[in-house]
Every structure is written in structure tokens, then in C-alpha cells.
């Protein structure tokens, strides 16, 4: 089968053949529909996310993908043959990874597709609601508390805007200009273009602003980051963390519930299809800040970070 890899020294994937991967007693393989690229991808051909992550030699790239179960291990009891599914590969080693035209993972990752969501919809939802979602829980109860929201016109800040309201936090969005409406009817009771300093009770900063962000917290107050390896450093009492994203099937099964209820907003920008980019490559849509793109995009998308 072809997948997409980054190896060494080289800032764009390449796409090269692989066998078909075997599955074990717990695993689903998938026929991909559909998978996204998401800017830690773009970091990982051009370089900086391999040494940030200890990466070395050839790895696979894609973190997202969904599309029809055509084999389960002999323990899978959640999926069957056929079922359209959508699901996360955490393991940034691994050297074929969701840019390919089958993927292997556990059935702890893999939820099903609701009838009423689109599987190149249904591919662009589990890194990013995934992340919202555990840095959210970290971050402890909402009741009576406020939340900044860096980024929250991005993929991953959009998504924490809709489920920190809806779990109860009074939130506060901060992002550019052009991205107050949907913030807004994300949630958010109030939107800023510039950061305040020690205003909320937490941070959950998904820009990745890092130390310019954690004056916006009060004195003993949380701060969540996206950078597990770069954790930043506490000032003021402050207790800081960063979310590390892991597969949850059961909780990406409710995530794409709502997104079929339209709670949590499906958000495209464009799609390529399997003719420009060749082969079985299925391509998904384009989300506007994770730029959720065909798997054979993802140079067009190294450009476009510039």
C-alpha cells in the first residue's frame, strides 16, 4: 500500500510503498476515507517537531483519519467489518501512520461515524476535539471560574470555546479581529485581541503563546499548554501543564455526536481529491487552522505557513 512519510533531512513527505500492516488481537483495520493534516505534521517534515519529539529515521505522518473497517483482531467486540469509523493514531514513531491508504490502530481509538456526518467531516474532528477535550479536564471543575482561550478562531481553540461552555466556564476568547463572530457563537461571553493581564482564573492557551500568555492568569490560578515537552515555567503560584492528546474512543464517539448536532461547529475550507494527489490516498477537507487537507497537500500546506 502507499503512505506518506518524512524522512531525515528532507522538508517534504514522500510518498513511498509499505505492505499492508498487520492487526493484532485488539486492533481494526481501516481502508482510509479520509485523513487530516494538521500543523504538528507540517512540523514534522520540515524539522523542527523531529527534534522537539526525538524523532529519528523514517516516520509516518497523520494523526486523523476515518473510513470503512475492512478487518478486526480476533477481541475487537465495538466495530465490524464494513462500519464507518473514525479514529486517532497517538504514536508519532510509528513509520506509517494515517497518510496512507490503510491504517492499523487499536480499538481504543476508533469510534464509530454517526449515518449523519460526512466521513471527510468525520476526519477532521479527533485530534483537534480530542486536545480541547483533555486540556479542558485538566484544567478541573468550571463551576464559578473564568477561561482565556488563546486562538479560539483556530481549530483547536474552536473547539475548546464550544465544550468549555458548554460544560459551564465563563470564557473569554482571544483571537484577531476577523474571528470575533464565531467565537462568539461558540460560546464565548466575551472576545479580546489583546491578552489581559491577570484576569482569569485559567489559560488554556491553544495558540501555543506560552510564556506571553500565562500573564493573562490570576496569582495561583492554571495554566494549560499544547506542548507537553515545553511545559511552562510557574510564576505567581501558578500551576501550569500541557495536554498530551491520547486516543479515547468512547469520548471521540460523543465528540462526533455533536458535531452531527451542529454543537460543535464542522468547519471546511476547501478538499482535494484522490486524482490530484494519486493512488488509494483519500483526501480530507481543509479546516481553517488545522488545514485538515488531502494527505498529498501537506507540502502546499509547509508553504502556506511560510
Known amino acids: 500500500m502507499k503512505t506518506l512519510v518524512s524522512q531525515p533531512n528532507r522538508n517534504e513527505p514522500v510518498l513511498v510503498e509499505v505492505p499492508t500492516p498487520p492487526i493484532g488481537d485488539h486492533d481494526v483495520l481501516v481502508d482510509v476515507a479520509a485523513a487530516a493534516v494538521n500543523p504538528v505534521d507540517v512540523g514534522v517534515v520540515l524539522g523542527p ?13 497523520g ?10 483482531g480476533a477481541s475487537v467486540t465495538s466495530v465490524q467489518d464494513g462500519d464507518r469509523v473514525a479514529g486517532l493514531d497517538d504514536n508519532l514513531a510509528r513509520s506509517s501512520r494515517t497518510h496512507a491508504a490503510q491504517v ?38 468550571p463551576a464559578g471560574r ?52 491577570s484576569a482569569v482564573d485559567a489559560v488554556f492557551d491553544a495558540a501555543g503563546l ?13 495554566f494549560q499548554g499544547v506542548y507537553p515537552m515545553a511545559v511552562v515555567e510557574s510564576v505567581r503560584g501558578i500551576e501550569t501543564s500541557a495536554v498530551s492528546v491520547r486516543a479515547d474512543a468512547a469520548r471521540l464517539a460523543d465528540l462526533l455526536r455533536h458535531s452531527v448536532t451542529g454543537e460543535l461547529a464542522v468547519r471546511v475550507a476547501g478538499l482535494l481529491t484522490t ?16 488545514r485538515a487537507m488531502a494527505a498529498g497537500a501537506l507540502r502546499d500546506a509547509a508553504r502556506q505557513r511560510g
Open 63 to 72: 494523526w486523523d483519519a476515518s473510513g470503512i473497517v475492512t478487518a478486526v
Open 275 to 290: 486524482r490530484r494527489c494519486g493512488g488509494r490516498l483519500c483526501q480530507a477537507r481543509r479546516r481553517r487552522s488545522a
Open 146 to 197: 473564568s477561561l482565556l482561550v488563546t486562538g479560539a478562531g483556530g481549530a483547536v481553540g474552536g473547539y475548546a470555546v464550544a465544550l468549555a461552555s458548554a460544560a459551564g466556564w465563563s470564557v473569554v476568547g482571544h483571537g484577531r479581529d476577523r474571528d470575533e463572530q464565531f467565537v462568539r457563537d461558540a460560546g464565548a461571553s466575551e472576545f479580546v485581541t489583546v491578552l489581559p493581564s
Open 104 to 141: 492499523v490502530l487499536p480499538e481504543s481509538a476508533v469510534a464509530l461515524v454517526p449515518g449523519d456526518l460526512d466521513l471527510i467531516d468525520a476526519a477532521s474532528v479527533p485530534l483537534n476535539a480530542l486536545t480541547a477535550d483533555q486540556a479542558l479536564a485538566a484544567l478541573g471543575a
Open 49 to 61: 517537531m523531529r527534534e522537539i519529539a526525538g524523532l529519528d529515521g523514517v516516520v509516518g505522518l
Open 210 to 222: 506560552q510564556e506571553n500568555a500565562i500573564g493573562a492568569v490570576r496569582d495561583g490560578g492554571r
